[in-house]
């Protein structure tokens, strides 16, 4: 590779994120070009390396890597493979769409800036091969968070962003000893000290229980961000308060970090802890999935609803991820990708409503449909692929987990179908209380679609169409690294995952 | 029984003990020039005293580089001990000196009490710090202890128009006083044990297990002494109390001085007397030090957060540093493992890290503060970032790097002594310190939602003296700069 575009990836929102903080307030168009060509060129770059990713590869592609703190044996390893694959394009297409698409009402220059370095640190997040590196990315992410919540959110955002920051941290907290420990306890086996991803993963041989403590100590770090039960509460607090654009990149990538997290340094670090816990962790995920479920009928507050979804929704990838068998973990990837853009597309919509409602108490709405009917329109649609309708993408992800899932955790798939049809029953239950009905005064005057949010959800409706409809260019590219992952695990613990082939 | 031919002065390798000579040249101009001279111009004394602190950082680097290929050792008839961990120790003096001069000047030409005095004064406490960390006797480690506390009671006491000056200027030297009592006593004792107030002589008398006397518990109760003394003036809990009153207090830049040159003399100077001196009797004193750094960590951090005022807040956020810095004692004390010399190197970066932050929050806080110096409450912070965002965003990058965030040299100092402790086997007080960080976190987030997030009542016109503004903006730079690049700083301190 020439041009090395994964570098490119990270330091191109960086760059902007400069060029906008030195320019001055005034400057206003100005600083929204510079963040949107440096967040288009973004998304450019990892459309292009989507094309160029050769399918059926199941190692890192694209790997760029220098030597940065030789005294610690720390480098800027980066690298990109069918898991991270996708979240990388959803990362690169998200921002752009909502720089251009969300208006943060006040200070656009401070807002924009930190969008930028909020994009350049989970990108960083997704394509790091080196521990400490990926702890970098993983944590600097806070802060522009924070600040998007703290700065622009609604009434209790103070409280929201410093919860979200300081939960965040203390689960860093444990993982960053463990990133530590692991270098330090691999030191043995690698010859020197090296924070190196693959040299510790296809090195390391840590005694048992050792492992075990280490997983511990990174999955609290990711259940936390995941959210998984019952380290969840932040979350709905962050969704609620967050100002739209911070909600869709929360619930787009944000909380995919967690779950990607918990396969690439998880399970592929020390597999034989994810198999002695794997126990504990589907359990927590299928009570995370009710538990979701159930929290989100009850809601009076449209986002927290969508919130709570969430919860649910991330449950199932964790499920799948756990479940340990190759179209589980798949479809756990897939449904990464999925969720980020059903949820994100809900959330950039219940925005919509609160701009011209100024509300997002359901009981408030009322009747929509009859006035904006091209509105609920997407709405619908939008909601039928987070309910996982067969023919849209929440359905191939779904499926695949919980097919993938029953060999291996037969009881937990049992249970964890059940969310699938809460999840129906809490979105379709607030689509009827939003959207039928007639419409009272208040909601007489609901605006109807505008050309500008249109084209902007229909890149959403896009993708949920085709891959509903035609998933196998992206399972292409996905499966190969999983089936290695579930490989490197197989040959690392007397796990076997059962014989079952996909139909293929 | 000292025979006359005895009394033949040590030989002396002048350039060697040139960093002093630089501090001590600046003293004595500016005592006695200043004094003979009518007023200089304005921001004149703080420009000598600068460059004086300036002139022995460079020295430091230029000794520095005759070192490299040269072993440690001992100069002034042993007195001092000349090596890569204590030069490195006496040019982050230098250097916080330098940044903390800076500040005072604009500082002192705001509240039109520009004068010589206080600026010999810090150069006093500079020198006093630089002998603490290069001693190799107790005695003369003694010596620079009380040079830095004395000019440290001073300049705590040092504004005439707050009263709360005077105060902790007493209060400081009443329990200062107490903490050298202790610190003496101890040598005293360990000197009963040993036979020896020097350090190597001290580690070699342990080392081959002869106590004089026949009992250890001499030695302990030496021991016990000296971590008392020393735990007064790093402020470790249980003898913290002082820490706020006096932190509030100081003067502001007076504060940062405490917090970086104090600070820094004296964690170096515990680290040479527990890791080197006493060693071998590492698991007499550890348990203790694990005991005293988990309680450091945890009140300080607890305290810091229910805090109105910024400078309280950053008195028991010093304080919590102080827990973190010693757990690479704790690390530096796990003698049987190869990897113990990690908390040597891990406490040496972190104490270098922590001087540059700390002196430009307190800059900042300086700032804000306004004339009188008494607007350090939370409140005073509201709306900086509208009023002035490019302070408030070098005191953002300042707050987040106590935070620990990464890419901010803050993290690189955790870093490291996590690294130490992890090396060493301390798992559990590694996730302790990370958890205290979290909740100090709590803290520096105050601040922040204060500065961007609150609405802005702070009319009052702040404005930044261009010494001062160097002093930030060389801070600032600096936790930027080797959070990126912590090489720049790791290469000099992990090579001891």
Redesign the interface.
Known sequence: MSIPILTLLVLVPLVGALVASLLAKSNESIVKNVALVSSITTGLLSVWMLIKFPTGSAGFEFVSKHS?????GISWHLGVDGISLFLVVLTGILFPLVIVGIDPHHDHKQYLVWMLVLEAGVMGSFLSLDL?LF???F??V??PM??LI??WGYDQ??YA??KF??YT??GS??M??GI??TA?LARRDIGYLSFDLIEIAEKSNFATSTGR?LFVGFVIAFAVKVPLFPLHTWLPDAHTQAPTGGSVILAGVLLKMGTYGMLRFGVYLFPEAAVWAKPVLLTLAVIGIIYGAIAATMQKDLKRLVAYSSVAHLGFIVLGTFALTNQAITGGVMQMVNHGISTGALFLMVGMIYERRHTRVIAELKGIQAVAPIFAGFFMLIMLSSIGLPGLNGFVGEFLILIGSFPTARWWVVAATTGVILAALYLLWAYQRVFHGEPDEANKSFAEITKREAMLLSVFVAAIVFTGVYPKPMLNRIEPSVKSLLEHVESRSNYKQPEFKAGE | MLAANMFVGPEIDWFKISPFLVMLGGVLLLILAGSLTPQWKKGAYGIVGALTAAGAAVFTALLWRDLADSAPSSLLANALTFSKFTLFATFSIAIATLLAILVTSGFLVRENEDGPEIFALILSAAIGGMVMVQANDLIVMFLGLETLSLAFYLLTASSRSRSASGEAGLKYFVLGGFASAFFLYGVALVFGATGSTNIDAIAASLSKDMVLGGSSAMLLAGIALLLVGFGFKVSLVPFHTWTADVYQGAPTPITALMGSVGKTAAFVALLRVFSDALSSRSDDWRPVVVVIAILTLVVGSVLAVVQTDVKRMLAYSSISHAGFILVGLVAAGQVASADASLGTSGTLAYLFIYSILVIGTLGIVTVVAGKGDNETSLDAFKGLGKSNPVLAMGMTVLLLAQAGVPLTSGFVAKFGIIRAAVSTGSYTLAVVAMLAAVIAAFLYLRIMVSMWLSEGTTSRDVSVAFSTRIAIGLCVAATVVLGFFPSLLLQFTSQN
Not at chain 1, 68 to 72: A, C, F, L, P, R
């Open positions: 940065w703190v030789s005294e610690w400490f702890f970098v990315f944590e600097i806070l802060v924070y600040f703290g700065k955002r103070i962003a410093t920051f300081i941290m203390a907290a444990f960053l000893v530590v420990a330090f403590w």
